[in-house]
């Protein structure tokens, strides 16, 4: 799996300019650019690899200063879609367009086929805003992200009809989104209450030992078998006992 950037389906943009100077100024001026690739650094929001085309230099009969050059890390939360707007859409704080931090480093970014073409749904701040899917970075390799009660995947989409923030690019995993397909089944609205566990095989082979274990001694005690293999059949229903205590990640 790729470790801190990857290449992604590229899209067009329009990067806020005070993210280049600090916040110190240019605030309400925007560049435009290429998305090419993004970063996962854990504890930080999603950051992309941008090339800078200048074409706004061309509305203001200007030199392009700005075009091909190149900015690594560009926080997600600078980005807005390249959509003709009446208004720029108003910033949004970094806990609105991705609720949890990437999880590691290691990751993978692919595009879910089967929900491309439909409409989302994306859920910022208790209210469900119509959303443009663009792809997915999932996590590995971490603590966090290896823990089924605590993995996110990170879906980019674009804002759509979402008043204010129209245009904004964000990152929401599972719980925050709902896919829409009126030929395949009815999207709702309703908080989801679901919970998660850990599934392997060694949990199924367990319950298989047992049910031999308890086979093994009930053979042992209808044929009088020797004293060593009613020992042997009761030591594996201790240890499987010891083995069941064991409570399931969650």
Known sequence: MPYLQSNIPHFKAWVRREYTVNHERYHGEFLHAMVIAVTTMPTRCLSFQVIFTGCEADEEDEPNVHGGA??????ITALVADTPFEEWPEPMAVHDAQPWDCSSHTHAVYVLDRCTPCPWLAKIDGEFYPAKYYFTVDYAENEIADDPAQHKQSHVMELLDAGPWT?????LPNNRVRVT????????RVRQTLNRHSISTTANQTWIILWMSIESLTTCTQTKSKPWRLKEALMMLIWMNSILRIRPKR
């Open 70 to 75: 190149m900015w690594a890390r560009m926080p």
């Open 167 to 171: 245009g904004n690019i964000v990152a």
């Open 181 to 188: 397909h009126p030929a395949w089944f009815e999207t709702g």
